[in-house]
């Protein structure tokens, strides 16, 4: 499967939960926290359970607990994706 | 340290069927515009009641932040506009305030209905990993309260009240409370709605749903041919202040909660006399105000023959037969269940600062077992003291009575 860019997380974190006034998700935050961000713990569950359903994976918890910046999630997003794609 | 002096409304937000923010709904009000309709939010056609009053022009983008878009329910956000104007109109910046000196209190009755319905559907028809994490609070009670606290940095005691009507009432009373235990400022007053085929159903099954599908006859207070009432959403959040830390700032009041009272009515299918008389009576001792002080009832206005000859009764007993104006503004949103008494309370406060009273509409003239002097066209003069009701379904009675503030 395709990896996940970063211009995908943007535009699902924007859908799912939205955009914090004063922050712009086009601009340079690939090392900004969530937090940061402002998406809170729920915000990225709602966010992770829709990716969970447009790639038909699960992500495991510590991916979510672990990943606090784009870049972070990005990486261990698609390693996740890799090591569904290969075969058996 | 609280003042003893009665506490000041000092802000309203309104979302009403018959106008957005309280200028329109205040103007459409006076001129008598209602706002019943057939639904539109859902398709309704198919169910015996097809009439309700739905706030007009609400367009989500304008007036919501979009980080709180994907975790509201359409009633919240009404609750989030009405309790933005609210402040703005109370000209007071919490972050001004102590941390935990102001606190929010909202009546509720059912909670995010429309949200909640939506997630229980992709539930049964997708499965659990498609139901939205913010489900977790969006069908709430209390999330009204909690989603303004948090928006506004509101960290003082807060809460939410489910009384059915009464708990426009009911709320106003708490705040009280609270200030009265030290608070400085209360976010208080309800906005509610469930214009969904959920709440729809609910509604049918209380049994006191008008059928009737001409707006201007289908929910008719106190008239010979009322047949039950028309469902609305919308409300009024309140701005209530304790009375020295609202002068020390120089704040505009629009009137004083003087008196408030609730009581309860006893198990059906007793014959002792409904509770609403006594409340009323406990709302003029706890103002201090005889019945000849009231300048102006606002009724409940159930729209149902026997509670409407109740109320009546109730009026005729404590003010004498049609010894008080009594309007039903209510007439021109339909019934807006916990919003429903909060935005006549802001009907009331608007008419003891004005010295006007709104009419009732659609209803030419009481039932003659409903011997209430009602007030059909604008009234205009000195209005001192208004007395508010509202009755909850199951037995919940509650009164107020807001007091003209004089411009200090």
């Not at chain 1, 004063?22 to 926290?33: A, I, P, Q, T």
């Not at chain 2, 997708?126 to 209390?142: D, E, M, P, T």
């Not at chain 2, 006549?344 to 003659?368: M, Q």
Request: proline share 6%; hydrophobic share 45%.
């Amino acid at each position: 499967m395709a990896e996940m860019t970063l211009e995908q997380l943007t535009g699902l974190l924007r859908e799912c939960a939205g955009e914090e006034e004063g922050v712009d998700l086009d601009g340079d935050v690939l090392d900004r926290s969530f937090t940061n961000l402002g998406y809170d713990s729920l915000a990225m569950l709602q966010v992770i359970g829709r990716i969970e359903q447009d790639y038909g994976l699960t992500l495991p918890d510590e991916v979510v607990a672990e990943a606090t910046t784009p870049r972070q999630f990005l990486a261990r997003m698609n390693d996740g994706l890799s090591e569904v794609a290969r075969p058996a | 340290m609280s003042s003893t002096a009665s506490p000041l409304f000092t802000g309203i937000g309104v979302t009403a069927p018959n106008g957005l923010g309280t200028e329109a709904w205040w103007r459409a009000t006076l001129a008598g515009e209602h706002g019943i309709r057939p639904v539109s939010r859902f398709d309704a056609t198919g169910y015996p009641a097809t009439l309700a009053g739905e706030v007009p022009d609400y367009e989500p983008e304008r007036h919501i932040p979009s980080r709180l878009l994907p975790q509201t329910d359409h009633m919240t956000r009404l609750a989030l506009t009405a309790a933005e104007e609210a402040l703005s109109d109370a000209n007071v910046d919490p972050d001004g305030l102590p941390e935990y000196a102001a606190g929010v209190v909202t009546a509720a009755s059912a909670g995010g209905f429309e949200f909640g319905q939506r997630e229980l559907q992709a539930l049964w028809s997708k499965g659990g990993q498609f139901v939205s994490a913010y489900q977790s609070f969006a069908w709430f009670y209390a999330v009204n309260a909690g989603q303004i606290s948090i928006r506004h940095g509101l960290r003082g005691p807060s809460g939410v009240l489910v009384t059915e009507q009464a708990g426009g009432l009911d709320v106003v009373a708490q705040a009280r409370r609270q200030l009265r235990k030290g608070s400085a400022l209360m976010v208080t007053g309800g906005v509610d709605g469930s214009l969904c085929p959920w709440g729809w159903t609910g509604h049918l099954a209380g049994g006191r749903m008008s059928t009737v599908a001409e707006p201007e006859r289908a929910y008719l207070p106190f008239a010979g041919d009322a047949r039950g009432h028309v469902a609305g959403e919308g409300g009024a959040i309140l701005i209530l202040e304790d009375a020295a830390a609202a002068r020390a700032r120089g704040a505009r009041t629009y009137g004083a909660l003087a008196g408030y009272a609730a009581t309860f009515d006893p198990a059906p299918g007793t014959d002792a006399e409904p509770g609403l008389r006594r409340a009323v009576e406990l709302a003029l001792d706890d103002a201090g105000l005889a019945a000849g002080d009231i300048d102006v009832v606002f009724a409940d206005g159930a729209g149902i023959r026997d509670l409407d000859r109740q109320e009546a009764d109730a009026l005729a007993r404590v003010f004498g037969p049609r010894g008080v104006p009594v309007t039903v503004p209510k007439t021109m949103t339909g019934r807006l269940l916990a919003g429903g008494a909060a935005l006549d309370l802001a009907a009331a406060l608007l008419s003891v600062h004005e010295g006007l009273i709104p009419p009732t509409v659609h209803v030419t003239s009481p039932a003659d077992d409903c011997p209430v002097d009602l007030v059909t066209a604008v009234r205009r003069g000195p209005v001192r003291h208004a007395l508010v009701l509202a009755r909850g379904h199951g037995g919940f009675n509650a009164a107020a009575v807001v007091t003209a503030v004089p411009d200090s």
